[in-house]
Every structure is written in C-alpha cells, then in structure tokens.
C-alpha cells in the first residue's frame, strides 16, 4: 500500500488548452474525493465516488469539469478550455467507506494556468 | 456561507509550548470532525478525528477537545517541536450530504527553536 498518488505533480498549460489529472487511490478504498485548494485556504470539495458511481459534484464544479472513475479503480479530472481561474492545487482523497470516514490525501497537482 | 470557521489564522509559539487552534460549526448533522496537518507543497495528512459522542481525544501529543453543546471543537498539540511548524486544518463531515467533507480556512502555526 503505497497511499493515494497523483499524476503529475505540476502542470502548466496555456489559457484554453485542455488538462486531465489522474488519481490513484489505496486499494481497496472504494470513496475517490476530488478537491480543489487554492493559496492560503483549505480544501474545496468538487467530486466524489462511490466505486465507479459519482454521488456529489459541487456547484464549483462547472461544465467544463468532468470526471470520471471507471471500474472504481483510479479517476481522472478533465478541465476543458481552461481558464486563469483555475490555477489551484487538485487534491484527491480516498476513504475506504463503510463507515470508515478516515480521507487519506496524495501529494495533489499544481495547476498553473498562462 | 463557510461551513466551519477556523481561527486564528496564524500562530507563533515557542518550542514546547501548547497551541490552540479552534473551530466552529453550525450544522448539527456534523458526525465526523479530523484535523490535517499540511507542508507546503504536500497534500493534507490526517492527524486526528473525533465523533460527536466523545469531549476528547488523544493521540500522541495531539489532543481534540469538543464541546457539542457549544458546536466548537480544538486541536491542542503538546510539547510543540519546530517540526510541527505547518498549517493546520479542521474540517466537518456530513450534514445533507454525508459524505461531503467541508474544511476550515486553515492557522499557520510557526513553532521558534
């Protein structure tokens, strides 16, 4: 059990490009949680699974954020077209579920956006 | 409107002194209440959580207090070492959606030497 991982660690990407970012969770960990923090404030909650079903999304995210968990293994986030605005640290978190509500974190993706 | 409300927002101690971090909440469908600890760069690290059926809880040098009553609850960290110089985060579980996680704005905590 290696914890949850994040790839990559940094992206920057001009305005209006698309980027995806991909999570793996620890094993057996079947809630995936996306979160977005921006500098000086703590997370923000965006998305979270289910296994492969996704339960909640959060008004921050709009239609330009999708993502996706297929087979409830790891999951990916989508930015399309992206904006300034976006430029965050994307954090994901797993949980094993079951009313086991621990979050374990990854290193998380630093979104810079010219 | 912020769900959790953290204070201070920063704090400075001196090596082996007790900081106190505090969080408010208003939501009494709250069930689940961990703190994190975070380096720059890193992602948050869970460092203890309590449930709403216990006053206190401790784990090492890190001890939450809660008072239900009042809808606050603490992080105490114990003999404060430099390396304990982060920011920290409390957050709250549940409510209308009970798996959603909402988090507290942070204290940066600098312990001197």
Known sequence: DTGVSQDPRHKITKRGQNVTFRCDPISEHNRLYWYRQTLGQGPEFLTYFQNEAQLEKSRLLSDRFSAERPKGSFSTLEIQRTEQGDSAMYLCASSLGSGRYEQYFGPGTRLTVT | ?113
């Open chain 2, 1 to 113: 409107q912020q769900q959790v409300k953290q204070s201070p927002q920063s704090l400075i101690v001196q090596k082996g002194g007790i900081p106190i971090i505090n969080c408010a909440y208003e939501n009494t469908a709250f069930d689940y209440f961990p703190w994190y600890q975070q380096f720059p760069g890193k992602g948050p690290a869970l460092l203890i959580a309590i449930r709403p059926d216990v006053s206190e809880k401790k784990e090492g040098r890190f001890t939450i207090s809660f008072n239900k009553s009042a809808k606050q609850f603490s992080l105490h960290i114990m003999d404060s070492q430099p390396g304990d110089s982060a920011t920290y985060f409390c957050a709250a579980r549940g409510g209308l959606n009970f798996n959603k996680f909402y988090f507290g704005s942070g204290t940066k905590l600098n312990v001197k030497p």
